[in-house]
């Protein structure tokens, strides 16, 4: 069987950046499992496992604008401190969920000068090209349930 719309996916992965650093891996837990064909992946991932098989290992760099977009300047903003009320201490790197341009997200603090808190809505990896090492594990049939829902239920997907 091959990768293709509507099948529940199981990949093992390592995710680093140019410079060659870890940025996230599967290695040393379960698999990620996603439904194909549904953006539960970055796309440029999801293409380049369009049609792979179990056992299937490959290597795959993603330009940023197939991974989390490119930096969109308008996503950066000065904010009053007020912003953060009941937050006791602010500094730079803290992030927080809010809803941004294209929904809930995370908006992450990355200058404060006095009263003026900069704020970034960018995924952390926008503007990031990024490189997987992929081992495809398994493919099955989705259930009906599973693609009425967009996602995978069980083990390494989603749980309601």
């Known amino acids: 069987m091959q990768v293709a719309d509507n099948l529940a996916v199981s990949i093992h992965y390592t995710l680093t950046n140019d410079e060659g650093e870890v940025i996230d891996t599967s290695e040393g837990d379960e698999a990620l499992a996603y439904l194909h064909g ?5 796309s440029g991932l999801e293409s380049a496992l369009t049609g792979k098989s179990v056992g299937d290992k490959f290597k795959v760099r993603i330009d940023a604008e197939d991974a989390y977009g490119e930096i969109e300047d308008d996503r950066v903003q000065i904010v009053s401190i007020e912003m953060f009320e009941g937050v006791d201490e602010l500094e730079v790197g803290m992030q927080f969920h809010a809803d941004v341009s294209s929904g809930p997200g995370v908006i992450t603090i990355i ?3 006095g009263d ?3 704020i970034d809505g ?3 990896l926008a503007g990031v090209p990024l490189t997987f090492d992929v081992e495809v594990v398994d493919i099955r049939p989705a259930t009906d349930e599973e693609i009425s ?3 995978i239920h069980g083990a ?3 749980h309601h």
């Open 38 to 42: 549904y953006g539960n992946i970055i």
């Open 111 to 113: 200058n404060i000068d």
């Open 116 to 118: 003026d808190i900069t």
């Open 122 to 124: 960018n995924h952390p």
């Open 149 to 151: 829902h967009g996602h």
């Open 156 to 158: 390494g997907g989603h």
